[in-house]
Structures are given as structure tokens and as C-alpha cells.
């Protein structure tokens, strides 16, 4: 069975929940309703790590819609995507990266997802000009990598992967090319079942250094299936890391998260950062952790680590650009500092903010 047909067998309606999750008739309208909103498609895989006699089950909330997402607080775009799009598709924050949406499609809908504005749903944001892309990026010597994202650039036929890299690969002033994807997690039959895809990331690895970037957010999404697929990366000569969310009711305990970066570090995959989830429309109330308990849970997850763990950075991706959280001074006011900045002369810099311990992000106008 190809990966494509292992996606035709999705969990898509409240329908194909009722009996293995146990619905009652209102678990089984909230589903509905919300579903009409934000598509929900679980592959089978990922579903069978549910327990399905735990309501609270953290993967469960990773996949499977409450009816509550459906509330209208937040944003659909909490990073001013909009207004990095140079091209269709194509957006320029900082000046050394270019972000490509590929594909407006994911092996799973996560429920905190940041572009739940597109994902499952819109194809206008997608780039369709892979040639006025290459044009962009040579007219701007300051971009030196490009990150395939969506949606989940792995859901692009493998065809079409090699046509992104046919052109990619061809720009001299590019020293990497990033892929953003969770199909290590949540699909790793797309890795396993697909040697074509294995080839040509190894062959054009020779080329240009390849990167994968993942999104592990609780220990048990780490398999012996996810583990096969992170090494198949590995012996393709692609480097592996994660981003990890810090979600309410899923990785909001320092022993969970302590756990879960160990194991990511003990399977050969790099930390990246341990972002503040985002205030996205729906998302916000239910998996958003106040930054100044965020802080204290990650300070305690990271003691529990070795260097190699310790390298995740707590991080806001903000409309300003990513904010590192460093933690709380002496006075109580909780310290941050620019890791990347819209504008570069705020890369590096320092700020404090005091906070009441609620807040879960910073406004967009914030002052420096």
C-alpha cells in the first residue's frame, strides 16, 4: 500500500469517532460543529496511540477536536504572515530565510495548529511559481536558506519535492534547505514506505545540506515507528531536529517535558526550541500556558537534561520576530531577548516586562 492510499483510510467526521472513542451524543454535535470549521483528519496510525478510555488523553487532545477551538478569541495570524508574502506563497521575514508554502495539506490536522486559516481548507496562499520564486532569491544575496513548509512539504508527491530541489539546489548563494514537516510523528509510513523520496533526499544531500525540522510534543508520540523513520532520515545524511510546543494538558509538567526531550535527544534528533504556543483564533484558551508558569516548567525540564538537551531555546514566535524567554530577574520582571528580528536591529537586544502571571504573549505593539 502506498502512502497516498494509507491517507484515504483518515479519520475525517465525527462519525468515525462515535463508537472507538465512546461519543456521547454531545461529545458527538461539539465534534461535528467544530469540524465544520476546522477539518479534522487523523491518520490511523497516530490514532491508535489514543487511549480511548481516557477523556484527558494528551494525544488525544493533539488530535481530536473538543468543540471548544471553536471559540472566536485570537488570531488566524499571529506572525503578520500576510505582510511577509512577497510572492504567492513565498514569505521574507528575516532577511537570511525564505519561507515556501508548498501544500495546504498535513498527514494530521493538529488542533493548536498556527495556520488552521489554510490548512485542510485553502490552497490561495500556496506557492505556484517555483521559477519566480528562484528569481527572488537570486535577486536577494542576503538569503543564504529557504524552509519548505504548508501544510506539510512532505505531503507534496515526491515528484514534486524533486522539482523544488532541481531548482533549489541550483542557487549557489543557498548554504541549506530546511523541510517542515510532521510526518516523523504522525505519519512516519510516508518516511518508511517511500524509497524514492529516501533517494533523492540522500542524492541531493551531496548537494546542499538538508535539514528536517519535526514537532515531537509528548513522549509517547515517540514510537518504534517514529524512531525507524527519524534513522531513515538520518542514514538519507539529513540532520533532524524538533520543535516542541508547550501546550496546556499536554506537555505542561516539567517531568512530561523532561521526558519527552530525552527521549528526542536519545534518538538522534536535535533540539531546535520549546515555543509559547500561540494565540491563534480558537487555540488560544484552550493550549496556551501563561509565559511566566511557561518559563518555570521549562527551566525545570531543561535541569533535568544534559547539554545536548539543554539546547532548546524557549521561544515566542512574535509579529516582531522570536523572542527568546530567558526567564525572571531578581526584581520579578521576566527578561527577554531578540534570537531574530523583522527589523535586524533588534537581533540580540535585551527587554524586561513585568508581568502579572497571566499574560500568554506579548501585544503586537509592544515598545522595546
Not at 528580528?341 to 537586544?349: D, S
Request: proline residues 5%.
Amino acid at each position: 500500500m502506498n502512502w497516498q492510499t494509507f491517507l484515504q483510510n483518515n479519520l475525517t467526521t465525527a462519525e468515525d469517532l462515535r463508537s472507538p472513542l465512546k461519543l456521547t451524543d454531545e461529545e458527538y454535535e461539539n465534534i461535528r460543529q467544530e469540524i465544520a470549521c476546522y477539518p479534522m483528519s487523523v491518520t490511523k496510525y497516530y490514532f491508535s496511540l489514543i487511549n480511548p478510555d481516557d477523556p484527558d488523553d494528551p494525544i488525544r487532545k493533539l488530535a481530536i477536536p473538543t468543540g471548544s477551538t471553536i471559540l472566536p478569541d485570537g488570531e488566524l495570524d499571529t506572525s503578520g504572515e500576510a505582510g511577509n508574502t512577497m510572492l504567492q506563497g513565498m514569505q521574507h521575514k528575516y532577511a537570511e530565510t525564505v519561507l515556501i508554502l508548498t501544500t495546504a495539506d498535513c498527514a494530521m490536522f493538529c488542533r493548536h495548529c498556527f495556520r488552521r486559516r489554510l490548512v485542510g481548507k485553502s490552497d490561495e496562499e500556496i506557492a505556484v511559481d517555483i521559477d519566480a520564486i528562484a528569481e527572488y532569491i537570486r535577486a536577494h544575496p542576503s538569503i543564504n536558506n529557504v524552509l519548505l513548509s504548508g501544510g506539510d512539504s512532505f505531503l507534496l508527491p515526491t515528484e514534486e519535492i524533486a522539482d523544488w530541489l532541481r531548482k533549489l539546489a541550483a542557487l549557489p548563494q543557498l548554504d541549506f534547505i530546511r523541510f517542515g514537516t510532521r510526518t516523523p510523528v504522525t505519519f512516519p509510513q510516508r518516511i518508511l514506505g517511500d524509497y524514492a523520496l529516501l533517494e533523492l533526499l540522500g542524492s541531493y544531500r551531496q548537494q546542499k545540506q538538508l535539514y528536517v525540522v519535526t514537532h515531537f510534543n509528548h513522549p509517547r508520540e515517540i514510537t518504534p515507528e517514529s524512531q525507524a523513520a527519524v534513522r531513515a532520515l538520518r542514514g538519507a545524511g539529513i540532520i533532524v531536529k524538533n520543535q516542541t510546543v508547550l501546550l496546556r494538558g499536554i506537555n505542561d509538567d516539567p517531568e512530561v517535558l523532561a521526558e519527552l526531550l530525552r527521549k528526542i535527544t536519545s534518538i538522534g534528533v536535535v533540539q531546535h526550541y520549546i515555543f509559547q504556543c500561540r494565540p491563534v483564533k480558537g487555540v488560544k484558551s484552550q493550549f496556551q500556558v501563561p509565559i511566566v508558569q511557561g518559563s518555570d516548567i521549562v527551566h525545570k525540564a531543561l535541569a533535568k537534561q544534559n547539554g545536548l538537551g539543554k539546547s532548546a531555546d524557549y521561544t515566542m514566535s512574535h509579529i516582531k520576530g522570536k523572542i527568546r524567554i530567558l526567564g525572571r530577574n531578581q526584581n520579578g520582571e521576566m527578561i527577554f531577548q531578540f534570537r531574530q528580528a523583522k527589523n535586524a536591529e533588534n537581533i540580540g537586544r535585551i527587554f524586561s516586562r513585568k508581568l502579572d502571571g497571566t499574560e500568554t504573549w506579548l501585544p503586537d505593539d509592544f515598545e522595546i
